[in-house]
């Protein structure tokens, strides 16, 4: 897909404006937030378990070559196959190859993140082989020509009247009267003109949650079922995967199962977790005949050793975005590439560059919630001020704003000075906003206070009054 | 492409400074796959004996929505097959796998139920399959994929019935998986994990539309689960 992260600013601006989006991102910061922390809640162990689940996860990217080569060596012991892409063409050029070799003219797909950032349905499309979305968020955004804004609930900036409008669009060989004003029908509906996509498709794609490297398998975590009718019944089952899903044994897998559907949807666990080993087996009535990986790379393996390393934990469980102020009023679309929220504040100037994507990792107050719910206990407030800092190093952002930020450097590193230029501020501002108490305009600015009023100090600083606290209790 | 291969290695060895540290860390990999250590086991999951296992099991299987009957034995399972579709006005006819598990039923007892065995289609509106086990943890079906067990079955029909024994029912994940890791023939030599193995909790659902759960997405739009307590059976 097209990077809009560039013109974020704008794009935010747009989503602010946007009811219905409001009304959307109000139910979804009430019931992930209340389910996930429910859901913890209920587990005294849950903290050990991210924990380990960190641990975990950091001793594969130690590892993460030799794992790998397991992985492949499982995979093909059983029969599959493993495709390594570089880079997101690679794997285009993988998938289309392995769908053309089986004469595909429809493709299913399960929900698949690696899909969205290499651009799968697209190409395909280009290249006369229909793609068909099953799981019922993707399946509207498809119908809508729109992108998922968010890991795990795709359609999430919808209501269901828009999802409804598109469904009446979409489905012209039903009855315009028909009712669809309930979540029930939109979802019977979907059902039923989707099951016989499921029945007739040739290839089936799906992502993986987890790749286990014991075993050579591949897992997908799904509530709807689509993702099995997806792998089970096509000939051929191609699983997208990045390089950093591996786990080492199913014990592990075990563990991280406990954190992920916790964390995303506040369920002890999700309704299906499916674990694929290989293509059918003699004897076998059912299953594809052909089981594909790709194993995508796309930037993830220039991370290792840097400070961005830790990101490539993450599990995406989507409970940073649950919990941020910035997705919360903005929503996914508005960060303008695959992966919004605060992992995308982090992961996305690594994969489409910081020159693209800086305005993204500074779209955040540094409240810190999202590493406070992170599972994988990634520090991504602290990621996303090294990316402010490579933005710095490479002379990205207007001058004015690198004046102001050498001005701050200068006084910081000085501590006598910024006592004084914080008092002589203090002092000028509580003046000049005694009479109202705040400023509707502020010179330098305005852009914040545009939205807002700055209420005016009260003359003295913070270390001010506290040196009279101190010498007053003395 | 192989070459992207070596490109990806290549790249994952130099940032790991693997030149030399190789054997020793080959060696830590080898030992960690060997050793199925579990981590942190979730006290609840495995408190208490064989009927505070069965309790929790039913417990959270019914709190994410499927429904459980407990049999005194096999014997009762055509009875309580016909009940059931009774009760929701289902036709009296299903897909049951060919698993050997399933064998011992006297499907003669209900000559109304007409029942087929085999693979799953588009048009069976009730599947019965047999299980590998239950996790007690969060009220999952395990099940494994193989010529008596079709995967289908488990997601094709809109109503999906289990049958499980009580001393299939474990405590953990984990426990799961050693049972597995075990069930393997002597004969057939190494463990061999299976084409698919499903954990299945309560019937298929999606809250992709303003987060309003709503059963029956694409898979079962129920589950019903036989636990069947007599320990002599099959």
């Not at chain 1, 016989?196 to 794609?205: S, Y």
């Not at chain 1, 206990?377 to 690198?402: A, C, D, G, V």
């Not at chain 1, 501002?429 to 545009?450: D, E, M, P, Y």
């Not at chain 2, 395990?142 to 499980?164: K, Q, W, Y």
Request: net charge neutral; proline share 6%; charged share 25%.
């Amino acid at each position: 897909m097209r990077a809009s992260s560039r013109d974020f600013k704008d794009n935010a601006r747009r989503a602010l404006g946007d009811r219905n989006l409001a009304a959307a991102l109000t139910i979804l910061k009430r019931d992930f937030a209340g389910r996930r922390s429910a859901a913890v809640a209920r587990l005294p162990e849950f903290e050990q378990l991210r924990d380990e689940g960190r641990d975990i996860k950091n001793h594969v990217l130690t590892h993460l070559d030799l794992y790998l080569e397991t992985f492949e060596r499982n995979v093909m012991a059983l029969g599959g196959q493993v495709h390594w892409a570089a880079d997101a063409a690679e794997a285009r050029a993988q998938v289309l190859a392995i769908c053309r070799a089986a004469g595909a003219k429809t493709v299913t797909k399960g929900k698949s993140m690696i899909a969205e950032e290499i651009g799968i349905n697209e190409h395909l499309e280009e290249n006369g082989i229909t793609p068909v979305e099953t799981d019922l968020g993707e399946y509207i955004i498809q119908l809508r020509h729109e992108t998922p804004s968010h890991l795990i609930a795709p359609a999430i900036h919808l209501v269901k009247t828009q999802v409804a409008e598109t469904f009446r669009a979409a489905h012209t060989q039903l009855d315009a009267a028909r009712p669809l004003d309930e979540p029930r029908q939109l979802c019977d509906e979907a059902r039923q003109l989707l099951r016989p996509k499921f029945l007739a498709a040739d290839v089936g794609i799906t992502g993986a949650n987890f790749l286990v490297a014991e075993t050579g398998s591949s897992v997908i975590v799904t509530n709807e079922g689509n993702g099995d009718l997806t792998q089970n019944l096509p000939r051929v089952h191609i699983v997208l995967a990045s390089l950093e899903k591996i786990v080492p044994t199913l014990e592990d897998l075990s563990t991280l199962l406990r954190l992920l559907a916790r964390s995303a949807t506040g369920q002890e666990c999700s309704t299906y977790t499916t674990v694929s080993s290989g293509p059918r087996r003699p004897g076998d009535s059912d299953g594809p005949e052909e089981y594909h990986v790709v194993l995508l790379d796309n930037g993830r393996s220039a991370m290792l050793g840097t400070e961005f390393q830790d990101i490539l934990r993450c599990i995406r469980c989507g409970a940073c975005f649950n919990h941020c102020p910035v997705y919360g009023a903005i929503g996914g679309h508005a960060y303008g590439w695959v992966y919004g929220g605060p992992v995308g504040a982090v992961l996305t100037p690594q994969l489409i560059g910081v020159e693209e994507a800086g305005n993204l990792p500074n779209a955040s107050t540094f409240c810190g919630r999202c590493e406070s719910v992170c599972p994988m206990r990634i520090p991504l407030p602290k990621m996303m001020r090294h990316w402010r800092e490579r933005e710095f190093e490479r002379h990205l952002q207007p001058s004015l704003y690198r004046a102001g930020l050498k001005l701050w450097a200068f006084l910081a590193r000085n501590p006598p000075l910024y006592r004084v230029a914080t008092e002589i501020g203090a002092a000028v501002l509580g003046w000049s906003g005694r009479s109202r108490g705040r400023f509707r305009a502020l010179v330098l600015a305005r852009g914040w206070t545009k939205g807002r009023d700055m209420p005016a100090p009260e003359g003295k600083t913070f270390m001010a009054l506290w040196a009279e606290r101190q010498k007053q209790k003395s | 492409m192989d070459e992207s291969r070596d490109r990806i290695l290549g790249h994952l060895r130099r940032a790991l400074n693997r030149e030399g540290s190789r054997d020793i860390a080959a060696q830590t990999v080898g030992e960690r796959l060997a050793a199925h250590r579990p981590n942190t086991i979730p006290a609840r999951a495995v408190a208490g004996d064989r009927d505070a296992r069965i309790g929790l099991f039913q417990t959270m299987a019914e709190e994410a929505a499927a429904t459980i009957a407990r049999l005194a034995s096999v014997k009762e399972v055509p009875a309580a097959v016909a009940d059931y579709l009774a009760q929701r006005n289902l036709p009296s006819q299903l897909v049951v796998t060919p698993d050997p598990q399933l064998q011992p039923i006297p499907w003669g007892d209900r000559p109304t139920i007409r029942w087929r065995e085999g693979i799953a289609n588009a048009d069976d509106l009730v599947g019965l399959t047999g299980a590998f086990a239950g996790i007690a943890e969060t009220g999952t079906l395990m099940l494994i994929s193989g010529p008596e067990s079709p995967t289908r079955n488990n997601f094709l029909p809109d109503n999906h019935i289990a049958v499980l024994r009580a001393e299939q029912i474990v405590s953990t994940y984990e426990e799961g998986w050693k049972r597995l890791r075990s069930s393997t023939q002597p004969s057939q030599g190494q463990f061999t994990m299976p084409r698919t193995v499903n954990f299945v909790t309560g019937p298929s659902r999606t809250a992709d539309i303003e987060l309003k759960i709503e059963l029956g997405a694409h898979g079962p739009r129920r589950l019903h689960i036989l636990i069947i307590d007599d320990a002599t059976v099959g």
